[in-house]
């Protein structure tokens, strides 16, 4: 999930501290450091971009891209794990500097076992969700979510219940300076 690297749209909150260009400048080379970082024949990249329009120099252009569309970050996030092939699929975030390979390769894995995984952050939201298999990721996944609150983890496992969730590793996001100094 990715959002245009343009001052005043993409890290805001942070932007409000270092100031908007600073903060997309960092977004979009975090992004590049991502996707270096998490390249990997196991698996297929795919950016979801917001807006649905954005194309430009600072994505990769061998990388398939869809359009979030519409809603909250639940719909989009729903969309996005329902839009492709069948099978595993992971959807992260891109302001997470600690992703790497391995974190990747332990989410997936944990779908062997469970029907759905996420990657917990410190803050109480997660770096990541995913399902065993994306056509039948459930209705009611992110419905009555507290999106950017410390809740938004356990509202998306509550959305679920009955469901076999994983945990994987809980890594840090970068939404103000004080992250930026311990992450980013």
């Known amino acids: 999930m990715v959002k245009a690297p343009r001052p005043g749209r993409v890290k805001t909150r942070l932007g409000r501290e270092i100031g ?5 400048w960092w977004f979009r080379h975090q992004v590049t450091r991502l996707l270096r970082r998490i390249r990997d024949p196991r698996w297929q990249i795919v950016l979801a971009v917001s807006p649905d329009r954005a194309d430009g120099p600072f994505w990769p252009a061998d990388l398939p ?4 569309g519409r809603g909250d970050l639940g719909a989009r996030m729903g969309r996005m794990m329902r839009a492709v092939p069948p099978g595993r699929v992971c959807v992260i975030g891109a302001d997470i ?3 790497r ?9 944990a779908l062997g076992r469970a029907e759905l995984v996420f990657g917990p952050a410190e803050d109480g939201g997660y770096w990541l969700v995913g399902a065993r298999n994306s056509q039948a990721v459930p209705a009611s996944l992110f419905r009555g979510v507290r999106w ?3 809740q938004a983890l356990a509202d998306s496992i509550a959305s679920v219940p009955g469901r076999h969730v994983a945990l994987v590793d809980t890594l840090a996001d970068v939404d103000t300076a004080a992250d930026l100094g311990r992450n980013g």
Do not use: D, E, K
């Open 148 to 150: 950017s609150t410390a």
């Open 101 to 109: 390979r391995a974190h990747l390769a332990r989410a997936f894995a």
């Open 65 to 68: 891209r869809l359009p979030q």
């Open 97 to 99: 500097p600690g992703i």
């Open 20 to 24: 908007q260009v600073a903060a997309a």
